[in-house]
């Protein structure tokens, strides 16, 4: 029987060692891999374990770790759950290199009276974001998936921003023709766009059409490279309406390329116009 115990126990170590350091290193060249692993593989194996959801346990490690009312301080709980319990690609990325700086950075060379995030998940990005912006200036960030909403709402008040954040909850295509109406909004200054990858020409397109950028305003678009936009990518670099900036980076934990395309709405022109951009690395 002890014979037996310690079999179990040399077992299990030697799992955790495969899980914690050898599938890592195996998947950091290959993004298909990295993103199978961590977002599906270890994700569902967790969430049969622990019997909650990933949101959920980000959630709980923000609650117990974070300072109330401290948006900072929620920053930090979050990218110390991603990098040392629980890998999570579509937080991590944005939280824990590069892309993180890029975000902060456009942020606050807009300074934005109006700011939209399309994609919230669990509000990491919409606390980074609202932490930056004016004392008057309000963000909206939309979710389609209700559990992600939920979890976002308490992660924001926990940050003490719920006054200056509005989730809304729904599709894209349907929410973006009402904001007008909604929000007296205009135009948005800042836009964020973290959402599903096929989304991202048809909403700028639909951003266009309720006219809801104006000459001056920002386009902020996210892993445009991995998992990769490559149809907005060719519409918003070959239009004259916009002017485009690559900012190179890299998944986090691995080598895989990936980056932002910061994109400034010049105003209605006519023509397209051959690829040429200033590129960051």
Not at 36 to 59: A, G, I, S
Request: overall charge negative.
């Amino acid at each position: 029987p002890r014979m037996s115990v310690l079999t179990v126990l040399v077992v299990l170590v030697g799992l955790y060692a495969v899980c914690r350091c050898m599938i890592p290193w195996l998947v950091q060249s290959n993004s298909t891999l990295a993103l199978l692993w961590y977002d599906f593989v270890l994700e569902m194996t967790l969430d049969l374990l622990t019997r909650t959801t990933r949101p959920q346990r980000l959630l709980r490690a923000v609650i117990i770790n974070a300072v109330r009312g401290d948006p900072d301080s929620v920053i930090r709980a979050i990218d110390h759950f991603c990098k040392h319990t629980e890998c999570v690609y579509s937080v991590n990325h944005m939280a824990l290199c590069l892309p993180g700086a890029i975000l902060d950075s456009v942020v606050m060379e807009t300074s934005p009276s109006t700011v939209l995030e399309l994609g919230t998940y669990c509000g990491y990005s919409a606390v980074r974001i609202t932490r930056l912006l004016p004392p008057s200036t309000r963000l909206i960030t939309v979710e389609m998936n209700p559990e992600y909403a939920c979890v976002a709402r308490q992660v924001i008040q926990h940050a003490g921003l719920q006054d200056k954040v509005c989730v809304l909850e729904g599709q894209s295509a349907d929410l973006i023709p009402k904001m007008a109406e909604m929000f007296g909004i205009q135009t948005f200054d800042f836009v964020f766009l973290d959402h599903w990858k096929d989304r991202y020409l048809p909403d700028i397109r639909l951003l266009e059409d309720c006219s809801l950028l104006a000459q001056g305003s920002v386009v902020l678009a996210d892993n445009v490279v991995c998992p990769g936009t490559p149809d907005y990518l060719n519409y918003i670099r070959s239009n004259l309406n916009y002017k485009s900036r690559f900012y190179q980076a890299h998944l986090e934990y691995t080598r895989v390329l990936d980056g932002l395309e910061r994109s400034e709405y010049l105003g209605c022109r006519q023509g397209k116009r051959q690829v040429d951009r200033d590129t960051d690395r």
